[in-house]
């Protein structure tokens, strides 16, 4: 059973487990958030190096979408149920 799955088990059974699982969601999160930072920083300086990229819809379209989910990942990790 991989660790997940035992975690997830064992939320029912105890407290602590809970905050296990509270814990694995809170890294995936950030990790989650700082890739699609990562991903509209690299989106960013590419638009400053090569000015043709300046022209095409789909790299804006990516970089407002990315911009997006890292401020939603982000986000979530202020919720109440998310401090610990």
Same mark, same amino acid.
């Given at each position: 059973?991989? @660790?997940?799955?035992?975690?997830?088990?064992?939320?029912?059974?105890?407290?602590?487990?809970?905050?296990?699982?509270? +814990? /694995?969601?809170?890294? @995936?999160?950030?990790?989650?958030?700082?890739?699609?930072?990562?991903? /509209?920083? +690299?989106? /960013?300086?590419?638009? #400053?190096?090569? +000015?043709?990229?300046?022209?095409? $819809? #789909?790299?804006?379209?990516?970089?407002?979408?990315?911009?997006?989910?890292? /401020?939603?990942?982000?986000?979530?990790?202020?919720? $109440?149920?998310?401090?610990?």
């Amino acid at each position: 059973m991989s @660790y997940a799955r035992q975690l997830l088990h064992t939320a029912t059974n105890s407290e602590t487990s809970i905050r296990g699982v509270a +814990s /694995v969601m809170k890294a @995936y999160l950030i990790t989650t958030g700082t890739v699609f930072a990562l991903i /509209v920083a +690299s989106h /960013v300086l590419r638009f #400053i190096t090569e +000015s043709g990229t300046l022209r095409e $819809p #789909i790299l804006w379209i990516l970089t407002l979408l990315s911009a997006g989910l890292s /401020v939603w990942a982000f986000s979530l990790l202020r919720l $109440p149920g998310a401090k610990q």
